[in-house]
């Protein structure tokens, strides 16, 4: 069974490969249509003087596109060539939305084993955007009775946790702070920032544009949500790989730190459990 640190990094490879495809293809529209070099290579692969090429040179990679791959010279241009950088974008988002959820469906039936009633308490009270999250959760009187003779109780609980976070709100910052609170890692953010010699606030501001920015890719073709415009936004190499590269520094991070924290949570368990088989 994959980790959800593995799930999260099988999920970022799609990112990483549009990233490297963009990087290979990229030539600041300096394609070649005719010259030296297109003659060149037209006698290499024995092409007729009639056949139309197009030749992407640049100092990575040296690429000849033949006329029966129907590819005009307009998709290999780098507004066409910018969607790999918006899909990358994307890629990364659901990368840290199938991240959270699986650390929490792994690790929390563990917290909440380790606290048991304390759990109620460990919740911090302190904390707007933790109880704004949580204020609608319930527990029926059925549920409660089943609780009580459950020996699964922790896993129906964080289930029931998880169910009612949903995908939805599981993503950028606050998705981030919820899932590590939860997990026992005070201030997440912070920690994180700290772990990475990064500012917080930056970390913050990075992960929430870049959701935003996902989200006007995906429901708006990239039109900004901020203003109504019927040009697309432009997008760089370097704001996608910095969008993409702090998402996965993020997430890496907050795996350290739970991990860390789960270690301790799991020592309060065995001595319970070593009890029990003396006993047995």
């Not at 593995?6 to 549009?18: H, K, S, T």
């Not at 590590?180 to 501001?205: C, F, H, M, S």
């Not at 900004?224 to 997008?235: F, G, L, M, T």
Request: hydrophobic share 45%; charged share 25%.
């Amino acid at each position: 069974m994959r980790s959800p640190r593995q799930i999260f990094e099988d999920n970022m490879r799609p990112a990483d490969l549009l990233m490297r495809v963009y990087r290979l293809l990229n030539t600041d529209d300096h394609l070649l249509d005719q010259g030296a070099m297109v003659e060149t290579l037209r006698s290499i692969v024995n092409a007729g003087s009639e056949e139309g090429l197009i030749v992407v040179y640049n100092e990575i990679f040296l690429g000849l596109v033949r006329e029966a791959a129907e590819i005009p010279t307009s998709t290999l241009r780098r507004a066409s060539l910018a969607h790999f950088l918006r899909q990358g974008v994307v890629a990364s988002c659901t990368s840290l939305e199938t991240y959270l959820p699986a650390i929490l469906q792994d690790k929390l039936p563990i917290v909440i084993s380790a606290l048991g009633r304390d759990f109620i308490n460990f919740m911090p009270k302190d904390d707007k955007t933790f109880i704004e999250k949580f204020k609608m959760l319930t527990f029926s009187l059925d549920e409660m009775l089943r609780l009580l003779t459950d020996p699964n109780a922790a896993e129906y609980i964080a289930n029931k946790v998880i169910g009612f976070l949903g995908f939805s709100y599981l993503s950028g910052s606050k998705g981030v702070h919820v899932v590590g609170r939860l997990l026992g890692v005070t201030e997440p953010l912070k920690l994180i920032a700290t772990r990475l010699n990064r500012d917080p606030l930056e970390l913050e501001r990075i992960l929430n544009d870049t959701v935003q920015r996902r989200n006007d890719i995906v429901h708006r073709a990239d039109r900004s949500q901020k203003k109504v415009d019927d040009k697309a936004q432009d997008i760089t190499y370097a704001w996608a790989l910095q969008s993409i590269d702090t998402i996965r520094h993020v997430c890496l991070a907050l795996d350290e730190l739970i991990a860390e924290r789960i270690q301790e949570f799991e020592a309060a368990i065995q001595p319970q459990d070593d009890v029990e088989e003396v006993l047995s």
